[in-house]
């Protein structure tokens, strides 16, 4: 059974950090040629946060989280991490980690559509 495990999600103050990861089972992330974030907040359309290519190891991040949000997967381990820092009441949404057999980016964006994608863990930034 194909299947991702999520942690790390939760409530953080504004500035804060967290660090969200996904582990693999039923399947090795290895196979995959991309890792993807998504996130979608309520009311809003999905959104590509970033995406690593493991063959190429280009990884890619949505203008709004570069500098702030970075990107990591342990093979061996089979997880796929993100950290995320100075986090704004804007980063609230539900977080998904996906994988996908093809690039990172459609027309230069993060796409928002994968091959296999996780159930989501809610970030909620907020006092």
Same mark, same amino acid.
């Given at each position: 059974?194909? +299947?991702?495990?999520? #942690?790390?999600?939760?409530? &953080?103050?504004?500035?804060?950090?967290?660090?969200? #990861?996904? %582990?693999? #089972?039923?399947?090795?992330? !290895?196979?995959?040629?991309?890792?993807?974030?998504?996130?979608?907040?309520?009311?809003?359309?999905?959104?590509? &946060?970033? /995406?690593?290519? +493991?063959?190429?190891?280009?990884?890619?991040?949505?203008?709004?989280?570069? !500098?702030?949000? $970075?990107?990591?997967?342990?093979? %061996?381990?089979? $997880?796929?991490? +993100?950290?995320?820092?100075?986090?704004?009441?804007?980063?609230?949404?539900?977080?998904?980690?996906? &994988?996908?057999?093809?690039? /990172?980016?459609?027309?230069?964006?993060?796409? $928002?559509? %994968?091959?296999?994608? !996780? +159930? !989501?863990?809610? &970030?909620?930034? #907020?006092?």
């Amino acid at each position: 059974q194909l +299947q991702f495990v999520n #942690s790390g999600g939760g409530l &953080v103050q504004p500035g804060g950090s967290l660090r969200l #990861s996904c %582990a693999a #089972s039923g399947f090795a992330l !290895g196979d995959y040629f991309a890792l993807i974030w998504l996130r979608q907040a309520p009311g809003k359309e999905r959104e590509g &946060v970033l /995406c690593i290519e +493991q063959e190429n190891r280009s990884t890619y991040y949505a203008d709004s989280m570069k !500098g702030r949000f $970075t990107a990591s997967r342990d093979n %061996a381990k089979n $997880t796929m991490d +993100q950290k995320m820092n100075s986090l704004t009441p804007e980063a609230t949404a539900e977080y998904y980690c996906a &994988v996908d057999e093809s690039r /990172c980016t459609i027309s230069g964006h993060i796409k $928002t559509m %994968a091959g296999y994608w !996780g +159930q !989501g863990t809610q &970030v909620t930034v #907020s006092e």
